[in-house]
């Protein structure tokens, strides 16, 4: 156990970064996001042609405008659980003829009027990459095939043509499709053991491939750590189909479940555990087949979901299900996902924050308004990492008991622009000490302060329609000194608990603080 210090003496964490020491290059679409057809994800959410609003195609127009303001790199869609019984030509043509369905999943009506067309409106809106998943629960890969050549193709065969026939003549050329979702879990309409998905996987992947080589490919891995198939399950899926697939989609949601705020702060060391285990499945199964095709992780799904838990519709349009209200301790529980996907750069290639609008989302809808939540804040602060190279800095610091075991109070990230300009992200998960911190910058030539910002306050606050700038950043001070041999310090002071992240650019040797 550490040694027991006065509650009131802060503690003390240090960070070494230096400017050799690389990881890989993040994945701008480690900043993604994800929209399914569930609750008001969709329709009272990014689409709602009754409101005030929308603009003349039926988008809600302050949504968009936070969404590009988010700036997901890519948006995931239409599922979820939902793709395994949709129907992908339901949601084309005129949307008055479109047919209403019965929604497997969620227990909903499905009335289609959002479909193809509209998501890849919605793309253009906010400046995402559509990600396409397919139907291999229901449906297989014949019709995954069709969907390609309806979205990718020139026109000249006869599914292209329909979507010329539907207004739209140059192809979309959607670069990334996963092959279904969670095929792993027994609550998914068309489960399958992981050799009979494997195969449909990899004949979908080839004839989707065999239309247009370009695309890349995203396999269903496990889904959840509880089962008992548990990477298992991506083993025998990756024997079948290695050289197929381009990534391995695996999700993960963290909750508190027990009240434990300590503990749940802890998420982090998890969530690195999780994506390690990836890393050695990957690497054994590289080597086994002497194979120079390398396969990256998909982190499709992740976020904090735990009070809204009921999903069921009750055969409803547009049923409000799991609209989660989020707080700061949440926040910087996603700060520490996206930081376990930067210090993981290497291996973790896209990451989608599920979901984007109303469904366990960072932004929640009302006929009047849109309110930012608490987890959006992370995201929007760690988002100039995307592009930039991963560092591996060294962390010192004291460690504070949880249920799973003692972890470091702190819990740090940091990389370098093609610009030159460095960012240095800092969790501190004690919710009741302050850190004294100390950054030191090794090998990157003079640098100046340019932004610092600190996320803080009660881990139970939540921001609310009442007040919703109760959890935004604030302004950090920080002092930075210019040291010999091309190094730089930070002095800064962190509350706990909280999430800092300091931006700082190439300049001549100065000393200075804000």
Not at 452 to 464: M, S
Not at 495 to 509: D, I, M, R, T, Y
Request: proline residues 8%; negative net charge.
């Amino acid at each position: 156990m550490p040694e027991a210090r006065p509650a009131t003496e802060p503690h003390r964490v240090r960070v070494g970064v230096h400017a050799d020491h690389r990881v890989g290059r993040v994945d701008d679409r480690v900043f993604s996001g994800f929209l399914e057809h569930m609750g008001r994800a969709v329709y009272g959410g990014v689409f709602d042609p009754g409101s005030p609003h929308a603009d003349g195609q039926g988008y809600r127009s302050d949504v968009v405008e936070e969404l590009r303001s988010l700036r997901p790199a890519m948006v995931r869609y239409p599922g979820g659980n939902f793709v395994s019984a949709y129907r992908w030509r339901d949601g084309i043509g005129p949307p008055e003829t479109r047919p209403r369905r019965p929604e497997f999943a969620w227990r909903s009506i499905e009335t289609n009027r959002f479909g193809l067309h509209e998501f890849m409106g919605l793309c253009d809106r906010i400046g995402s990459e559509p990600m396409l998943a397919v139907n291999l629960g229901t449906a297989g890969p014949a019709e995954a095939a069709e969907l390609l050549e309806y979205t990718n193709l020139p026109p000249g065969t006869a599914v292209a043509d329909e979507r010329v026939a539907h207004g739209r003549r140059d192809p979309w050329r959607v670069r990334v499709w996963c092959l279904g979702n969670e095929m792993d879990g027994p609550w998914q309409a068309g489960h399958v053991p992981a050799a009979t998905y494997a195969e449909r996987a990899r004949v979908a992947a080839a004839l989707m491939k065999g239309l247009d080589p370009t695309i890349e490919t995203v396999v269903c891995g496990s889904s959840t750590w509880w089962l008992p198939t548990w990477l298992d399950w991506d083993r025998i899926v990756l024997e079948h189909c290695w050289d197929e697939v381009d990534y391995v989609a695996t999700h993960r949601y963290s909750g508190n479940h027990d009240g434990d705020t300590r503990s749940f702060l802890a998420e982090g060391v998890v969530i690195d555990e999780h994506l390690e285990g990836y890393r050695g499945l990957l690497g054994y199964l590289r080597a086994r087949r002497r194979s120079r095709h390398l396969v990256h992780v998909a982190f499709d799904e992740w976020n904090v979901w735990y009070r809204e838990t009921n999903p069921d519709g009750g055969w409803r349009e547009a049923p409000p299900l799991l609209e989660e209200v989020y707080t700061l301790e949440d926040a910087l529980v996603c700060a520490q996902y996206l930081h376990a996907f930067i210090r993981h750069a290497d291996l973790v290639r896209i990451a989608c924050l599920a979901q984007l609008v109303n469904v366990i989302a960072p932004l929640l809808v009302r006929p009047e308004g849109v309110l930012t939540q608490a987890i959006a804040w992370p995201f929007r602060m760690l988002r100039a990492a995307g592009g930039a190279e991963a560092l591996r800095p060294v962390v010192v610091a004291p460690e504070m008991a949880t249920r799973r075991g003692d972890v470091p109070v702190g819990d740090a990230v940091a990389v370098r622009g093609d610009d030159g300009r460095v960012l240095v992200s800092i969790v501190l998960r004690d919710p009741d000490r302050d850190a004294e911190l100390q950054v030191a910058l090794e090998a990157f030539g003079p640098l100046r302060l340019a932004d610092a910002f600190v996320l803080t306050g009660d881990p139970r606050d939540a921001n609310t329609w009442e007040a919703p700038r109760r959890v935004v950043p604030r302004p950090l001070e920080v002092d930075v000194v210019s040291g010999p041999a091309e190094r730089t310090e930070l002095r800064a002071r962190l509350p706990g608990p909280s999430h800092a992240v300091v931006a700082l650019e190439p300049a001549g040797p100065t000393t200075g603080s804000r």
